[in-house]
């Protein structure tokens, strides 16, 4: 079994930053994708970043220029740096690891950022 342990969530005015990170423990095997979802009210849950193990990341086009994934893969971790934030970034953020096989995906409890106007 896998689990992932997010933190790094708040409260943030418009502009500000917000460092979200994410350890996975369990059995946990390489190659593997690492990333960071969000779901903000009343919507869908979306692709925010992803990176895989060989470093290779895939940024949404909203966040592009203002987020940044990376891991450790000795450490099992991926974070997210956040810079200019905007209230449309408002979401539970959830960590996800997944392999491109198609093998079992497994998700964070998530942890939440509001950002105000």
């Known amino acids: 079994q896998v689990q992932l342990v997010e933190s790094g969530g708040g409260l943030v005015q418009a502009g500000g930053s917000l460092r979200l990170s994410c350890v996975a423990s369990g059995s946990i095997f390489l190659p593997n994708i690492m990333g960071w979802y969000r779901q903000a009210p009343g919507k869908q849950r979306e692709l925010v970043a992803t990176?895989?193990?060989?470093?290779?990341?895939n940024n949404a086009d909203s966040v592009k220029g203002r987020f940044t994934i990376s891991r450790d893969n000795a450490k099992n971790t991926v974070s997210l740096q956040m810079n200019s934030l905007k209230p449309e970034d408002t979401a539970v953020y959830y960590c996800?690891?997944?392999?491109?096989?198609?093998?079992?995906?497994?998700w964070g409890q998530g942890t939440r950022v509001t950002v105000s106007s």
């Open positions: 990176i895989t193990s060989l470093f290779k990341s």
């Open positions: 996800n690891l997944g392999y491109s096989n198609g093998g079992p995906e497994y």
